[in-house]
């Protein structure tokens, strides 16, 4: 059997159909009242369609307070469960498990959007990166708030888990709430969330147990967890390892590898020629971490060619290849791979030629094709990226106007 269509059976007992998992990427595709939309759902019609055994959403944020972006889904109450029942029904009939991504921006966020921003620490974000993060000093949450946000944490899973959603994955990675608690740059408290790497994991595992406790044994747990920041006195490569360590006794179902911060995005970069040759922007870190954890790791980052895809699960360094922005362009991905009717799936990212924009083109771009999708659209490879920007400033706007009046 190809490796890739092989099962795979999660610490919890829940198994994945193969080895093909759509990574999560932003959709923001929520209305005005961050409430999924009939286009957000049909994208996932298309993708449950797709072959893979796991799709990951994009971010769904646990508090209206504290939104990444302006159309995130949000899900903090019940009173959207209908919609949330219909987002999950898309995988029903398929082999297919769909986990909803649970997010936390904390200072990550646009002041656009947010007035007020919390984070572990008055840490503001650095210059670089994403050029509408603000610059303004978040405030330090208190205890009663960090308590707050783990029980948000477990309240979001445990409705979109009656909702229906195969499992959950915990944002860990990219520079938000939980990787900031991790960082000893953003985190520099002294209470016992800050200081010592036990101290500044404690809250991932936190939150990691309030889900685990409300959702049962049944439902899988994952998280998305950075190998690094890439960052001067940021979160490591050997800390890293440590809480791989940590959520692994714990029991988590499935850690998928990222790396970096939206001020440092770590695939945005030159590769080293070890990495292009592999693709995977991550390998050499998943390749240690294969040595200190049995529990089943996805890699996500730069897989591109199905032979590669295919060799990565044979070395049994990773058990689930992730993919995100090839799923924009090649809705069919899993299905190509398995019958061989396409065997590289390239992605070329339109530009305006100005630098300050073109940043953005990274992420609103594929924004901008799984809108196609749920709009019953074929990709388009061509698309203007002066067109997409300016749609994404329209919604900037709106929002912030929307907020004030």
Known sequence: MDLLQEKLTLPNGSTLSNRIAKSAMSENLSNRLHEPTPVLINAYKKWAQSGAGLLITGNVMIDSKAIGEPRNVVVENR????????????????????????????????????????????????????????????????????????????????????????????????????????????????????????????FVVEVYRKIRALVGND??????????????????????????????????????????????????????????KREAYFMDYIEKARKITDTPL??????????????????????????????????????????????????????TGVKGIDGFMNIIWYEAQIKRLGQEKAPDPGLSAWSVFLKYVWLILERKFSRIF
């Open 79 to 202: 009173k959207n469960l209908d919609l949330l029942t219909e987002w999950a029904a898309t995988a029903n009939g398929t082999n297919t498990q769909l986990w909803a991504q649970v997010n936390h921006p904390g200072r990550q966020a646009m002041e656009q959007i947010n007035s007020v921003l919390k984070a572990p620490s008055a840490v503001p974000l650095k210059t670089g990166g994403r050029k509408d993060a603000t610059s303004k000093i978040p405030e330090a949450l208190t205890e009663e708030e960090i308590l707050a946000i783990i029980e948000a944490f477990g309240n979001t899973a445990l409705i979109l888990k009656e909702a229906g959603f195969s499992g959950v994955q915990i944002h860990g990675a990219h520079g938000y709430l939980v990787s900031q608690f991790l960082s000893p740059d953003a985190n520099t408290r002294e209470d016992k969330w800050g200081g010592s790497l036990e101290n500044r994991s404690r």
């Open 219 to 276: 439902f899988p747990i994952g998280i998305k967890l950075n190998s690094a920041d890439f960052q001067k006195g940021g979160f490591s490569e050997e800390e890293s390892m440590e809480v791989v360590k940590i959520l692994s006794k714990e029991g988590i179902d499935l850690i998928e590898i990222s790396g970096g911060t939206y001020e440092a995005p770590a695939m945005l970069g030159k590769r080293k020629a070890s990495t292009v």
């Open 298 to 351: 996805m890699l996500t980052g730069g897989f591109r060619t199905a032979s590669v895809m295919r060799n990565a699960v044979a070395s049994n360094q990773l058990d689930v290849v992730g993919i995100a922005r090839p799923f924009t362009v090649y809705p069919n991905i899993g299905h190509e791979l398995f019958d061989n009717s396409r065997s590289v799936f390239p992605t070329n990212t339109q530009k």
